[in-house]
């Protein structure tokens, strides 16, 4: 099994060195590459996304949802896996994936978060209480998958046409759920991402909590979410 990683970016000079080190130090034993889709960065994304990526694209300043499409359309391999520039990638993250697509039902996986940055109260928060979470979710098919740490199988994402770049938030689950028609979507609790917590220093608890709350309730209930999604760099 082959795996193309795509990472979107723009303006995460502070970020991207540290995602793509860690992807450099996989242990999978099949051919992976790297892909960086930036929407024209105006600091030193691109010069150092070029030490590390297999691949750095830039295109125009567009949605998120817009780079991971661009990303995936030069991607090589059977196998699209997404994540975000502000990460730290384990080891095995790969590995980990893979495992749960070596069942040809499934078209798609998603894994866990833990914070990057966190204290303990948001560490026993991603260990405790998102798991169970996510388990529901995909028990009742409404998988909730987070754009740092998903993969599918690239027949399923040509087959509903990728992603809705018009969406500049919630684009990641928009695809898994119109993905989960063609097969199986698996959550796997191995295949983890440490991620940053910027938006929460930024947003609080309260904000982040309801924002990610209602717009999951709304893409379930009524298939749209929020139009607008404040960048923080």
């Given at each position: 099994m082959d795996i193309s990683v795509i990472i979107p970016t723009y303006n995460e000079e502070k970020y991207i060195e540290t995602c793509l080190r860690s992807l450099k130090c996989q242990d999978f034993s099949g051919n992976y590459e790297v892909i960086v889709s930036d929407g024209s960065s105006t600091d030193a994304t691109v010069e150092i996304a070029c030490k590390y990526?297999?691949?750095?694209?830039?295109?125009?300043?567009?949605t998120i949802a817009y780079g991971r499409q661009?990303?995936?359309?030069?991607?090589?391999?059977?196998v699209l896996a997404f994540t975000d520039a502000d990460t730290f990638i384990p080891s095995d993250w790969l590995s980990s994936l893979a495992a749960s697509l070596e069942d040809s039902r499934v078209v798609g996986v998603h894994g866990k978060l833990l914070p990057l940055d966190g204290n303990r109260f948001e560490q026993e928060f991603c260990n405790y209480v998102l798991p169970p979470f996510s388990r529901f979710m995909v028990q009742i098919n409404?998988?909730?998958?987070?754009?740092?740490n998903f993969a599918v199988r690239r027949r399923a994402f040509n087959k509903v046409k990728g992603f809705n770049t018009k969406l500049v938030t919630?684009?990641?689950?928009?695809?898994?759920n119109r993905i989960k028609s063609l097969g199986r979507f698996v959550y796997n609790p191995d295949a983890v991402v440490?991620?940053?917590?910027?938006?929460v220093r930024q947003?609080?608890?309260?904000?982040?909590?309801?924002?990610?709350?209602?717009n999951t309730i709304r893409y379930h209930t009524f298939g749209s979410v929020s139009k607008y999604f404040e960048p923080i760099r």
């Open positions: 990526a297999d691949r750095v694209i830039v295109d125009r300043k567009d661009v990303g995936s359309m030069a991607a090589r391999y059977p409404k998988p909730s998958v987070p754009g740092s919630g684009e990641d689950v928009d695809l898994c440490y991620v940053s917590t910027r938006r947003w609080g608890y309260l904000k982040m909590l309801s924002f990610y709350t209602a």
